[in-house]
């Protein structure tokens, strides 16, 4: 079985330019979830989908952060205008979504990003 | 606050001994916990979940214990291998929001031959 896949594996790109990840979850799962990962902050959720519904996006650091889920086997993460402080690994994962079954959650390889 | 704290430092065992590592939380209310192995370059991986009502978990090698008094987990690794070397995280869904697991920063155990 496949699991999540995202896309690109590793990006460098200018300060300034959009950056467009993308994520394909597994096959029945239902929810969604974009993760970053630094040295300084460790594993921070961004924003989490249920049913290509976003249901928190607390974790969102400003506005120029955004993500869609347009149908249940695609969803992006865009940065625009990028800094360098977006520099980190993002993950995204996903899980069946069972209200409290504590499912686990199956993670992406991630996207390295390096913004310079 | 509410913080999630992992031992920064990494953990250097000799093989063959039991690894112990430590999660500790405060402000937080979980309703269970999970454990994850995360290797360089790869996302992190599902090892074991515990429940709030649930003291011990086993799997194989591994052991996972839960105190809600003490705000606290264990995860131990018996007979380690230099094959266990990882950053091993731990995570807390609450009793709202069970889809959001927050996560412990990690961490590193080096298991030498």
């Known amino acids: 079985d496949a699991g999540v896949i995202q896309s690109p594996r590793h990006e460098v790109t200018e300060m300034g330019q959009e950056v467009t990840l993308r994520c394909k979850p597994i096959?029945?799962?239902?929810?969604l979830f974009w993760y970053r990962q630094t040295m300084m902050r460790g594993l921070e959720l961004l924003i989490y989908?249920?049913?290509?519904?976003?249901?928190?996006d607390s974790g969102m650091p400003e506005d120029r952060f955004s993500a869609k889920m347009p149908n249940a086997s695609f969803s992006t993460l865009k940065i625009q205008p990028s800094e360098p402080r977006d520099s980190a690994v993002y993950f995204c994962?996903?899980?069946?979504?069972?209200?409290?079954?504590?499912?686990?959650?199956?993670f992406g390889e991630g996207s390295w990003l390096t913004v310079v | 606050s509410q913080k999630i704290e992992q031992n920064s430092e990494a953990l250097n065992i000799q093989e063959g001994k039991t690894a112990t590592l430590t999660c500790n939380y405060t402000?937080?209310?979980?309703?269970?916990l999970q454990w994850y192995r995360q290797d360089p370059g790869r996302g992190p991986v599902f090892l074991l979940l515990?429940?709030?009502?649930?003291k011990e978990k086993r799997k194989e090698r591994l052991k996972v214990t839960f105190d809600t008094t003490l705000k606290q987990s264990l995860f131990h690794i018996t007979a380690s291998q230099p094959a266990d070397s990882a950053t091993y995280l731990c995570?807390?869904?609450?009793?709202?929001?069970?889809?959001?697991?927050?996560f412990g920063t990690g961490t590193r155990l080096l298991v030498s031959p």
């Open positions: 515990i429940r709030e009502n649930e």
């Open positions: 989908f249920n049913n290509n519904v976003p249901i928190d």
């Open positions: 402000n937080y209310s979980p309703a269970y």
């Open positions: 995570a807390l869904a609450m009793n709202t929001g069970f889809q959001k697991l927050v």
């Open positions: 096959s029945g799962h239902n929810s």
């Open positions: 994962a996903s899980n069946r979504g069972a209200r409290g079954s504590g499912n686990t959650i199956y």
